[in-house]
């Protein structure tokens, strides 16, 4: 097949992919099933990867569904709506109790009881009511910010629009599922994929009178913001939505201990077809409000609150290739690829192998008949090989002893730790000079987390390093739009809005920019904490230059492990010249607290022994939120040094002699008391 005709295929598809995601997305009309369409798009990607000279902004790899409505407003939610960890399985229960109890500082043996409830499959929405009326509602967007769809809640007879009851908070945002009951749905399923769909659809109806033809439901379960309620657990919230008028789970259960826990888990399962709505798990909450808010949050998920998925989907299949893909740290991730086949309504062509560990562990071939996993969003892997139908000819597979990539030389690294070598293999190479590192660098550059400039997909960043258009970071700043606008798949409106989305972008929080380095162990959260600290760009700049990058030590949550990976990356000449050329682009602006007028503002403290009745991350917690500082080091700049059980004496001494305030648990709490 020539060229010509293998790009009119390719096209066919893509015009067929745009039409189906526009009556799916925007008409909520499928046009074929999950099946049929996950199909077109594999055609479509199985395409691209056998041919690197067809591309298409359509294309399934660069972007997913159709353009969101214009018709609904962007509001941001008072308080984030959070996503979930999940849980697979009675280990990652057991897990999860042991760090909520760590962080407690209580005994694993203490009982915690649980709200348990099942995971309605459905459509996230916060409703807002003030004075008893209901007032906007809110899809979940990306958490912090959704779309105003009031008028198509206000549709759903699920919710009261006006509340009565002495008792109802001043102002609240109820959160819940809407959802269509699977009775109801088979009205519907000519017009509809599946009844998630059905309810997605329904409620970005631009006419709120087709979404009140649609039975849709609510059930009520959380809430975000509140003001002036008395309820202190979760049970008896749950009851209390009740006696205001909405629905509930029916299936809700308070229960304490991961046994109990795990028994109802299988009771509900084995019930999973005979309830009226689609659920994908129970969700464990931990019943007391008091505890909910020492646990807090940690990232997007909060650390009192688990989604336990049932079980995985498995299929059979066929490893046709096993490639090793480089990530922007070096890391060499082995992938499997094998005849596609359909999993749970999703066609899987592709399964991670983990490590080269792995790979020796399960004796995993090419040409092996093996059983693939799809668990919840987990990547699809493989968890076993059927030895009895091994080609009698195959040969183990050996891992890469040189990069892919470059041909340096792979190495695994010493873990001082664990006192082992680290199961991943990586590229020894640094900074800039592999291309797949590079590629996945500048892909992580642009990603949602750091940089987020519209348009600009992975696909792009693939599309326009073939073209010789970026080799580093900065490159992205200086683009030449007018070779862009000649190129395939790019017209004057859409080179228009990439070149406004990238000068917006040069605009950037400082904790963002060292984020999107992508420096080795330097997540989100330790570059907020080298903002926080050094509060100013051009301090981060001159790390290296003035020989400081050993002070960060004295954050706390920054340890050898950065602070290692951190003089490596300033050792390298070509990552100095990426942060000192974006200094000169962007406008990096400095960081601002959160909290400044909190009762230990401008205090700085430090632990050593063990605390009675908290552990040190909440203690950690409970100073921060009211504006002071934690640091690891005992220095001139310490205020405090609280002592607990069996303190280390070294660090005492070097307090004393340094004249620095040494106190214990108890002065911290008359410290917190003058803010009441």
Known sequence: MDKKKIKKEYNEKIKNLVKLNKYYYDLSKPLVNDNEYDQVKEEILSLEKKY????????????VGFRPSKTFKKVFHKVPMLSLSNAFDEEDLINFEKKINNFLDQKSSNELEYSAEPKIDGISASLVFKKGKFVMGLSRGDGKEGEDITQNLMTINDIPKKITAKNFPDEIDIRGEVFIQNKDFENLKDKFANPRNAASGSLRQKNPQDTKKIPLKFIAYTFGYVNNMAIKNQSDYLNQL????????????????IKNLMQNYHEIEK???????????????????????????????????????????????????????????????????????NIGGVVVSNATLHNEDEIIRKDIRIGDTV?????????????????????????????????????????????????????VRRCSSEGYECEKMTIEKIKHFVSKEAFNIDGFG????????????????????????EKI????????????????????????????????????HIGFENAKLIAKTLKSPEKFVNLSKENKIDDLLNIDGIGETQITSLKKFFLNKTNLKVIQDLQKILNITKTIENKTDGVLSDKIFMFTGKLTGMSRAEAKSLIEKNSGTIISNVSKKLDYLIIGEKPTKRKIEAAKELKIKIIDQSDLYKLLDKSS
């Not at 009740?242 to 201990?257: D, H, L, R, S, V």
């Not at 688990?306 to 989907?313: C, D, G, M, R």
């Not at 059927?386 to 470059?406: A, E, G, V, W």
């Not at 001082?416 to 680290?422: E, G, L, P, V, Y």
């Open 458 to 481: 992975k696909k792009i960043v693939e599309n326009f390093w073939k073209l010789e258009m970026i080799r580093l970071p900065q490159d992205i700043f200086g683009l030449n739009y």
């Open 271 to 341: 019930k999973r077809n005979e309830i009226d709505f689609d659920i994908d798990g129970i969700v464990y909450k931990i019943n007391s409000f008091k505890l909910q808010k020492r646990l807090g949050n940690v990232a997007n998920s909060p650390r009192w609150a688990i989604a336990h998925k049932f079980s995985a989907n498995k299929g059979v299949s066929t490893i046709l290739n096993i490639e090793i893909q480089v990530g922007r740290t070096g890391a060499l991730t082995p992938v499997a690829k094998i005849k596609p086949i």
């Open 371 to 423: 059983v693939v996993e799809r668990a919840g969003d987990v990547i699809p892997h493989i968890i076993e090989v059927d030895l009895k139908k091994r080609n009698k000819n195959s040969k183990k597979y050996i891992f890469p002893l040189k990069c892919p990539s470059c041909g340096s030389k792979t190495i695994k690294e010493y873990n001082s730790i664990t006192k082992k070598n680290d199961a």
């Open 52 to 63: 690197d000279f067809l591309e298409n902004k359509n294309s399934p790899s660069q972007k």
């Open 242 to 257: 009740g006696n205001w008028g909405f629905k509930i789970n029916p299936f809700n259960k308070t229960i304490k201990g």
């Open 485 to 520: 606008k000649i190129m395939d798949g790019w017209g004057q409106q859409s080179v228009a809005n990439l070149r406004y989305a990238i000068e917006e972008k040069k605009n950037i929080s400082f904790e963002k920019f060292v984020y999107a380095l992508g420096i080795r």
